[in-house]
């Protein structure tokens, strides 16, 4: 017994000596975690009463721990209220199967979508392909087909490269209420393999006399089980056209649905600043508390990783904060969103319902499933607020910022609503797997207190070098740089073979970056296949990311950019540059892409850049162009220049060359079949010009091409 008291008294020591400056308590956040996940809080969904019983929880530990309140009149909840709803009953049977009578298991086979309907019902399916009926904008998969009283099979998202087309009739609750509008009684819906509880259909679209659920790849195969059509094939060809049917496979269909009053809450607590010059400049530091509930069946969604990790880190950082006696510069606020599961709901609310002016919130850092993995961090945001990005990673460790793995922000979690304001927005979460997301299993034993302080530790140390960096944070003209950022307006140049030397792509990197342009295209204008593959060289010594394979694609949708990393589309003119095999690793290693159009493609997006007054046409120039003789085999694909020779893809871009003409038309502008393509500072006094004509971030992103291919949708 001596013996292992001392053993563990020099472990404890050795850990002093290696981690001398640890203050977040990784242990005391894991009992965070423990508690947050207990039967006591059946799975905190947002206006159940175990999620309500779980927001006072976290209230009181925020007093504990000597937070001012900063929620409603004084308290530490903010209230809201939203659609709130609770399964009591959710079964699905196939009446006429592969077995015959075959039932579903709850959870593994099949979901119910979050805020569903509340029914009975036996019908046949009809396969109505991605739901859409918006024949104004060429596409109904309800054409020709009969839902009246029938189970709509409905896939989630929207034809390739059609994102945008399609933004409204691509979301989950605009296909729910056309199905029921359709005379649908129930809605199956796919994504992906596997059913994941959640999926919230919003308020605006709630059918109260709707079931609608979430099926998995086995009921799929169900369906088209002895059809002889291949669901694989099938959901590749209704990208093109349109294919819906009737499948003879009847389905019993209960779901009991109670509607709750939503009212729930957010948990606000805050540490004032010390600096008379900038307490009053605040950090927002948070998390969604919420998980899914309780499913039908009684089984409990705990929500170790997804979110009580996150919110138990937030705790953890609030607490020892505190616990410390840090006195930082800057106000920090600390908030534990509801909702989140349900859309966003809780961080939506409190960013526009600010306890303080907007434009005092000079960062936000949001930390979602940060309990599982290798002890890394994977962060989004950087490349939407580059400047306040140089700034935070200096407090990053150094071990960390060498492993830090970058995505790019999404509209998933909890930094979204501050994002969109063009508010700074930071989203950790720690790199690795993350494999019992929304299932029954995604319990307390799982989480590891040793990511929790890693990525504790690291973000102790960034919020609180960033609470007390020295000078002012606060910009008026953020937003105008975020939607700059955001929308990677891409560089267009023309060199000589005599300026491509190192330290000028260098130095055009390095400027990029600042300017948060991270996609540059390059057109070398030459002949000679030594300057080509000179070129290529010279771009292959700037590489600072792994390798990667280097793909020629046809479909718009596989192109996207990556931040803080060169970006060339190649177009070499060149008479003899037959073959890319020998330089297609040396590519691959800066992250180089060949994007590809068909022929057909490229003729009809010729004749719809703009759609306005034809000799508008005239000042428009391709600036990039490169013929694509395309085989079976993606690596002999070759760049052909002879005319003679019958090509089937090409690639294509656009600019304006009459600036003045351009800005005089916005009125008269589609911003979807457009492409801006100005310098950094001209760029942003234009997104100004485009604010004030009251345009809103979306229309802008889409103007600025939110990715390279934009403007061709």
């Given at each position: 017994?001596?013996?292992?008291?001392?053993?563990?008294?020099?472990?404890?020591?050795?850990?002093?000596?290696?981690?001398?400056?640890?203050?977040?308590?990784?242990?005391?956040?894991?009992?965070?975690?423990?508690?947050?996940?207990?039967?006591?809080?059946?799975?905190?969904?947002?206006?159940?009463?175990?999620?309500?019983?779980?927001?006072?929880?976290?209230?009181?530990?925020?007093?504990?721990?000597?937070?001012?309140?900063?929620?409603?009149?004084?308290?530490?909840?903010?209230?809201?209220?939203?659609?709130?709803?609770?399964?009591?009953?959710?079964?699905?049977?196939?009446?006429?199967?592969?077995?015959?009578?075959?039932?579903?298991?709850?959870?593994?086979?099949?979901?119910?979508?979050?805020?569903?309907?509340?029914?009975?019902?036996?019908?046949?399916?009809?396969?109505?392909?991605?739901?859409?009926?918006?024949?104004?904008?060429?596409?109904?998969?309800?054409?020709?087909?009969?839902?009246?009283?029938?189970?709509?099979?409905?896939?989630?998202?929207?034809?390739?490269?059609?994102?945008?087309?399609?933004?409204?009739?691509?979301?989950?609750?605009?296909?729910?209420?056309?199905?029921?509008?359709?005379?649908?009684?129930?809605?199956?819906?796919?994504?992906?393999?596997?059913?994941?509880?959640?999926?919230?259909?919003?308020?605006?679209?709630?059918?109260?006399?709707?079931?609608?659920?979430?099926?998995?790849?086995?009921?799929?195969?169900?369906?088209?089980?002895?059809?002889?059509?291949?669901?694989?094939?099938?959901?590749?060809?209704?990208?093109?056209?349109?294919?819906?049917?009737?499948?003879?496979?009847?389905?019993?269909?209960?779901?009991?649905?109670?509607?709750?009053?939503?009212?729930?809450r957010n948990v606000i607590g805050l540490i004032p600043g010390s600096d008379e010059n900038l307490k009053d400049e605040y950090i927002v530091v948070g998390a969604h508390m919420d998980h899914t509930g309780v499913d039908a069946e009684g089984f409990m969604y705990p929500g170790a990783d997804d979110n009580a990790s996150g919110t138990c880190l937030v705790m953890e950082l609030a607490r020892s904060m505190m616990a410390n006696n840090e006195k930082p510069k800057r106000s920090i606020i600390f908030a534990l969103f509801a909702a989140e599961e349900q859309g966003l709901l809780g961080s939506k609310f409190f960013a526009s319902h600010l306890p303080v002016p907007e434009e005092n919130i000079v960062a936000m850092f949001n930390f979602d499933m940060v309990g599982r993995g290798n002890g890394n961090i994977n962060i989004a945001g950087t490349e939407n607020f580059p400047k306040m990005w140089e700034i935070i990673k200096e407090f990053f460790p150094e071990n960390k910022l060498k492993n830090l793995g970058k995505f790019r922000a999404g509209a998933n979690s909890d930094h979204?609503?501050?994002?969109?304001?063009?508010?700074?927005?930071?989203?950790?979460?720690?790199?690795?797997?993350?494999?019992?997301?929304?299932?029954?299993?995604?319990?307390?034993?799982?989480?590891?207190?040793?990511?929790?302080?890693?990525?504790?530790?690291?973000?102790?140390?960034?919020?609180?070098?960033?609470?007390?960096?020295?000078?002012?944070?606060?910009?008026?003209?953020?937003?105008?740089?975020?939607?700059?950022?955001?929308?990677?307006?891409?560089?267009?140049?023309?060199?000589?073979?005599?300026?491509?030397?190192?330290?000028?792509?260098?130095?055009?990197?390095?400027?990029?970056?600042?300017?948060?342009?991270?996609?540059?295209?390059?057109?070398?204008?030459?002949?000679?296949?030594?300057?080509?593959?000179?070129?290529?060289?010279?771009?292959?010594?700037?590489?600072?990311?792994?390798?990667?394979?280097?793909?020629?694609?046809?479909?718009?949708?596989?192109?996207?950019?990556?931040?803080?990393?060169?970006?060339?589309?190649?177009?070499?003119?060149?008479?003899?540059?037959?073959?890319?095999?020998?330089?297609?690793?040396?590519?691959?290693?800066?992250?180089?892409?060949?994007?590809?159009?068909?022929?057909?493609?490229?003729?009809?997006?010729?004749?719809?850049?703009?759609?306005?007054?034809?000799?508008?046409?005239?000042?428009?120039?391709?600036?990039?162009?490169?013929?694509?003789?395309?085989?079976?085999?993606?690596?002999?694909?070759?760049?052909?220049?002879?005319?003679?020779?019958?090509?089937?893809?090409?690639?294509?871009?656009?600019?304006?060359?009459?600036?003045?003409?351009?800005?005089?038309?916005?009125?008269?502008?589609?911003?979807?079949?457009?492409?801006?393509?100005?310098?950094?500072?001209?760029?942003?006094?234009?997104?100004?010009?485009?604010?004030?004509?009251?345009?809103?971030?979306?229309?802008?992103?889409?103007?600025?091409?939110?990715?390279?291919?934009?403007?061709?949708?």
């Amino acid at each position: 017994m001596r013996k292992f008291v001392y053993f563990i008294l020099l472990l404890i020591f050795s850990l002093n000596l290696v981690y001398p400056q640890l203050k977040f308590d990784s242990i005391s956040a894991w009992n965070f975690n423990k508690i947050l996940t207990s039967e006591k809080f059946q799975g905190r969904k947002s206006g159940t009463p175990g999620g309500e019983r779980a927001s006072e929880w976290i209230a009181e530990k925020f007093k504990e721990f000597g937070l001012k309140p900063f929620g409603d009149n004084g308290t530490y909840f903010q209230n809201f209220k939203i659609l709130a709803t609770q399964d009591k009953v959710t079964k699905l049977t196939l009446l006429n199967g592969r077995k015959g009578k075959t039932r579903y298991s709850l959870g593994d086979d099949f979901t119910i979508l979050t805020n569903s309907g509340s029914g009975k019902v036996k019908a046949k399916v009809v396969f109505v392909g991605y739901g859409i009926s918006a024949p104004e904008k060429g596409r109904d998969d309800y054409e020709n087909v009969d839902v009246k009283g029938k189970i709509a099979l409905i896939l989630a998202g929207t034809p390739s490269d059609e994102e945008e087309k399609f933004e409204v009739e691509g979301s989950r609750g605009y296909k729910i209420r056309k199905a029921f509008e359709k005379g649908a009684s129930a809605v199956f819906y796919v994504q992906g393999d596997r059913p994941i509880r959640g999926g919230a259909i919003p308020e605006e679209y709630y059918t109260p006399e709707l079931p609608a659920l979430w099926v998995g790849r086995k009921i799929v195969d169900d369906i088209f089980y002895n059809t002889g059509i291949s669901f694989d094939a099938l959901r590749s060809e209704i990208n093109f056209k349109t294919k819906s049917f009737e499948i003879d496979k009847i389905f019993e269909i209960e779901t009991k649905v109670e509607k709750l009053d939503g009212w729930t809450r957010n948990v606000i607590g805050l540490i004032p600043g010390s600096d008379e010059n900038l307490k009053d400049e605040y950090i927002v530091v948070g998390a969604h508390m919420d998980h899914t509930g309780v499913d039908a069946e009684g089984f409990m969604y705990p929500g170790a990783d997804d979110n009580a990790s996150g919110t138990c880190l937030v705790m953890e950082l609030a607490r020892s904060m505190m616990a410390n006696n840090e006195k930082p510069k800057r106000s920090i606020i600390f908030a534990l969103f509801a909702a989140e599961e349900q859309g966003l709901l809780g961080s939506k609310f409190f960013a526009s319902h600010l306890p303080v002016p907007e434009e005092n919130i000079v960062a936000m850092f949001n930390f979602d499933m940060v309990g599982r993995g290798n002890g890394n961090i994977n962060i989004a945001g950087t490349e939407n607020f580059p400047k306040m990005w140089e700034i935070i990673k200096e407090f990053f460790p150094e071990n960390k910022l060498k492993n830090l793995g970058k995505f790019r922000a999404g509209a998933n979690s909890d930094h979204y609503p501050f994002q969109e304001r063009g508010i700074p927005a930071f989203f950790f979460i720690s790199a690795g797997q993350h494999p019992e997301y929304h299932r029954t299993d995604d319990t307390n034993d799982k989480i590891q207190p040793f990511v929790l302080g890693e990525v504790g530790n690291t973000a102790y140390d960034v919020i609180l070098g960033l609470a007390n960096y020295p000078q002012s944070l606060k910009k008026k003209d953020r937003y105008v740089d975020y939607i700059y950022s955001n929308a990677q307006t891409a560089l267009y140049i023309q060199l000589s073979p005599d300026s491509l030397t190192k330290d000028w792509l260098y130095n055009l990197w390095r400027t990029c970056k600042s300017d948060g342009i991270e996609t540059v295209i390059l057109e070398l204008n030459s002949k000679n296949i030594n300057d080509i593959f000179r070129a290529i060289y010279l771009v292959d010594s700037l590489a600072t990311r792994d390798y990667r394979f280097f793909n020629i694609v046809s479909n718009k949708s596989d192109f996207i950019t990556s931040p803080d990393v060169l970006n060339i589309i190649f177009s070499a003119k060149a008479e003899t540059f037959s073959n890319l095999t020998q330089s297609l690793p040396i590519l691959s290693k800066s992250g180089l892409k060949l994007i590809v159009f068909d022929e057909q493609t490229k003729i009809e997006n010729v004749n719809s850049v703009v759609d306005i007054v034809n000799d508008f046409y005239l000042d428009i120039t391709p600036v990039l162009k490169g013929n694509i003789k395309q085989s079976f085999n993606f690596k002999k694909t070759s760049i052909v220049f002879d005319p003679d020779t019958v090509v089937d893809k090409e690639m294509f871009f656009y600019t304006f060359t009459n600036r003045e003409k351009f800005i005089s038309m916005l009125d008269f502008i589609k911003p979807e079949k457009v492409f801006v393509n100005l310098p950094p500072q001209e760029s942003k006094v234009l997104i100004s010009n485009l604010r004030d004509k009251g345009w809103d971030i979306k229309k802008i992103q889409k103007i600025f091409g939110r990715n390279l291919y934009g403007f061709l949708k």
